[in-house]
């Protein structure tokens, strides 16, 4: 079964990848692809970016086109394939579809420091890296909705969402690859998972229904706050679990990640 992995800018799907291909995976990089692009033209990435959205606006669909076709073809042709790709699992949607997600400060650091990036990025500063990172998921939100009609930020599209700013990429590997033995055995069809770290325990926050599963977070602007699962929490974060299944309550606009839209993902079955 091919992957198709996207994510939030830095969110480290790249490297993931790279431990998938280590495990036997053939990696399609769709950023790579672009990259290269935008330095064949002397252009920065965000320059290109904006670019192609100009183009797009005009009707020239070119550089789209090339890139949806060849993942079209590939996703229908190849089998164990890891595709790298922001709209992946919409032109393979036969994949088990991951999303990435991670703090944006968090991202704005993995970005500023990558040296693999400086030829096609390059910031003075983290909080300059961090101003253009948010600019340019925007622009790409706006040309996804215009020129596909579909909303690239919408977790419901992906079979697993899972959060990667306090893992290591292998560890995020080895989790996708367990939840997807999982889907396949059809064992749940939509899973979202944070790592416990990143959820604020509020006095508002209460245990869960007995015999649930999940904790129940509320997210604003991509921050997590405890709504039901004190004791599943803490008894997570004491045995320094990685990953723990949530159901998102409420999802609320708000903050620089409010373009990312979780208000779908509350309907997760369970694994």
Not at 1 to 24: F, R
Not at 101 to 118: G, K, L, N
């Amino acid at each position: 079964m091919n992957i198709t992995i996207t994510g939030n800018l830095g969110s480290g799907k790249s490297s993931v990848a790279k431990i998938l291909q280590e495990k036997g995976y053939e990696i399609f990089s769709t950023g790579k692809v672009f990259r290269q692009l935008a330095m064949e033209k002397g252009l920065s990435v965000e320059e290109f970016n904006k670019q192609v959205n100009e183009a797009a606006a005009q009707g020239d669909r070119s550089v789209d086109k090339m890139i949806d076709d060849t993942t079209t073809r590939i996703g229908e042709e190849k089998d164990m394939v890891v595709f790298d790709s922001r709209l992946a699992w919409h032109f393979a949607p036969k994949s088990f579809k991951v999303f990435v997600i991670t703090d944006i400060d968090e991202a704005s650091r993995r970005v500023f420091h990558d040296s693999q990036r400086a030829n096609s990025e390059s910031y003075a500063t983290q909080a300059d890296c961090k101003k253009a990172l948010i600019h340019r998921q925007k622009l790409e939100t706006v040309r996804y909705r215009e020129v596909y009609h579909i909303d690239y930020y919408d977790m419901s599209n992906y079979n697993l969402v899972i959060e990667s700013t306090n893992a290591a990429p292998a560890e995020i590997a080895q989790e996708i690859l367990d939840k997807m033995e999982a889907f396949q055995q059809g064992k749940f069809q939509k899973l979202m998972e944070l790592n416990p770290s990143s959820i604020r325990i509020t006095e508002n926050a209460k245990e869960s229904t007995e015999g649930s599963d999940f904790i129940t977070v509320n997210e604003k602007g991509g921050v997590w706050t405890l709504n039901t699962g004190k004791t599943q929490l803490k008894n997570m974060l004491e045995s320094g679990a990685k990953f723990i299944a949530v159901k998102v309550a409420q999802s609320q606009a708000g903050g620089e990640d409010s373009f990312m839209n979780f208000s779908k993902m509350g309907n997760t079955d369970e694994c």
